[in-house]
Each structure stands twice: as C-alpha cells, then as structure tokens.
C-alpha cells in the first residue's frame, strides 16, 4: 500500500470519528444540549430514567424504555416523584 494512500485512509478515519462524536445527543439530565442551550427532550429524559433505573439495580437502557411503552410505565411505577417529567401521562395522581 503506497504511503499517500496509508495516510488518506487514516485522515478520513480520523474525519469519520470527529463526525460521529459531534453527532452524539447531550444530555445533562432531562435536558439535551443543543447549540449550548438546555432544552427539555422524551430522549433525555427516557436517558435519565433509565439510568435511575440502573441505579436500582436493573439492566434497562434508553431505547429500551423508548421502545416499550410497559416498561416505560413499569420504570415510572419505581421511580415516581424522582422523575415526574418523564413520566407524566405515566403516573396516576
């Protein structure tokens, strides 16, 4: 392999894991960064209650919670008042 070759095969490597990286969602907490503003997501929060699930011991992620609304409401159950945003229309009052 001739080395111009050698190095334009590590320069768009290294081009395409800056891109990836840049194309991550944010979250901090129930908000997603976007263009350094804090903005309340589903996304973010399905993220934060899943990690409080973690936290007490289960194996769930945020697309999972996503994509199973009876276990969305099974995690609201377990984790209500703590998460209240994202799982309202979840919770009995």
């Known amino acids: 392999m001739s080395r111009c070759l050698k190095l334009c095969t590590a320069c768009v490597g290294m081009a395409c894991a800056a891109s990836q ?8 907490g129930n908000f997603q960064i976007i263009n350094g503003a804090s903005v309340s997501t589903p996304y973010c929060q399905d993220e934060t209650l899943a990690a409080h699930q973690r ?16 276990l969305k409401r099974e995690a609201c159950t377990l984790a209500f008042p703590e998460n209240e945003t ?8």
């Open 21 to 28: 990286a840049r194309g991550a969602i944010r979250c901090d």
């Open 55 to 70: 936290k007490q011991g289960s194996k769930v992620t945020g697309s999972a919670i996503r994509s199973h609304p009876d």
């Open 86 to 93: 994202a799982c309202a229309g979840y919770t009995s009052d």
